[in-house]
Nanobody, 126 residues
Framework: DVQLQASGGGLVQAGGSLRVSCTAS????????IGWFRQVPGKPREGVSS????????YYSASVKGRFTISSDNAKNTVYLQMNSLKPEDTAHYYC???????????????????WGQGTQVTVSS
C-alpha cells in the first residue's frame, strides 16, 4: 500500500520559517509527482506546490511563489516544502499527495492525485 507521512508542522510567528516533510513508501518514487495542498475549515483544498520526482519540474501557486521552495531527496523518498516569510493566511492543515506523472505538466489539482497522507498542521501567529 502507498503511504505518505507528513511531518514538521507547528506554530511559528509571522515572518518566520518552517519546513514540512513528506515521506513516501509503497511506490516507485521516480514514477510520481508529490504535491502539497492546504486546507482550512470551510474552504476547498488549495494546491500549494508540487514536484515531478523524475525530472525535478516544479509548480507553485501564486500565493506562495517566491516564499516556498519544494525539493526532493530521492534516496530518502522524501519531499520537503521549505516555507519562508510565513503569513497568518498560510495557516492551514497541510497535506501531501502522490500522483503518477503521466503527462507533460506537473500535476497540481487535487483530482490529479491518487494517494493522500494525513497531513500536518501549520499555524502562523500574527
Amino acid at each position: 500500500d502507498v503511504q505518505l507521512q507528513a511531518s514538521g508542522g507547528g506554530l511559528v510567528q509571522a515572518g518566520g520559517s518552517l519546513r514540512v516533510s513528506c515521506t513516501a513508501s509503497g511506490l516507485t518514487f521516480d514514477d510520481y509527482a508529490i504535491g502539497w495542498f492546504r486546507q482550512v475549515p470551510g474552504k476547498p483544498r488549495e494546491g500549494v506546490s508540487s514536484i515531478s520526482i523524475s525530472d525535478g519540474r516544479t509548480y507553485y501557486s501564486a500565493s506562495v511563489k517566491g516564499r516556498f521552495t519544494i525539493s526532493s531527496d530521492n534516496a530518502k523518498n522524501t519531499v520537503y516544502l521549505q516555507m519562508n516569510s510565513l503569513k497568518p493566511e498560510d495557516t492551514a492543515h497541510y497535506y501531501c499527495a502522490a500522483a503518477l506523472t503521466l503527462g507533460a505538466a506537473v500535476p497540481r489539482e487535487p483530482h490529479e492525485f491518487d494517494h493522500w497522507g494525513q497531513g500536518t498542521q501549520v499555524t502562523v501567529s500574527s
